[in-house]
C-alpha cells in the first residue's frame, strides 16, 4: 500500500512539473524559489512573492486540515 501512496505522490507532482512549470517555473515549495534567488534567476521581489504565497497556502492547507478533515477522523 505505501509503494502505491509512493507512485500516486510521485505521479501527482511530476503533473504539476509538467502542467505548472512553464508558469510558475516549477516553484512549488520555498526551497525551489530559495534556490532560483541564491542563483540571480529570480529577482527579490519575485522571490518573495512566491514564498510568501507558497507559506499562505501552506498554512491555509494545515488550518483546513486541523478544521475540516481531522476532526471527522475519530
Given at each position: 500500500?505505501?509503494y ?5 505522490m510521485?505521479s501527482v507532482l511530476?503533473?504539476?512539473g ?5 508558469v510558475s517555473?516549477g516553484?512549488?515549495?520555498?526551497a525551489?524559489?530559495t534556490?532560483m ?8 521581489q519575485?522571490a518573495?512573492a ?14 483546513f486540515?486541523n478544521?475540516?478533515i481531522?476532526?471527522n477522523?475519530a
Amino acid at each position: 500500500m505505501k509503494y502505491l501512496i509512493i507512485l500516486i505522490m510521485v505521479s501527482v507532482l511530476t503533473a504539476c512539473g509538467t502542467v505548472g512549470g512553464a508558469v510558475s517555473g516549477g516553484h512549488y515549495n520555498p526551497a525551489v524559489t530559495t534556490a532560483m534567488w541564491m542563483e540571480n534567476k529570480v529577482d527579490n521581489q519575485t522571490a518573495l512573492a512566491y514564498a510568501g504565497a507558497q507559506i499562505a497556502g501552506a498554512v491555509a492547507a494545515w488550518m483546513f486540515y486541523n478544521r475540516v478533515i481531522k476532526p471527522n477522523r475519530a
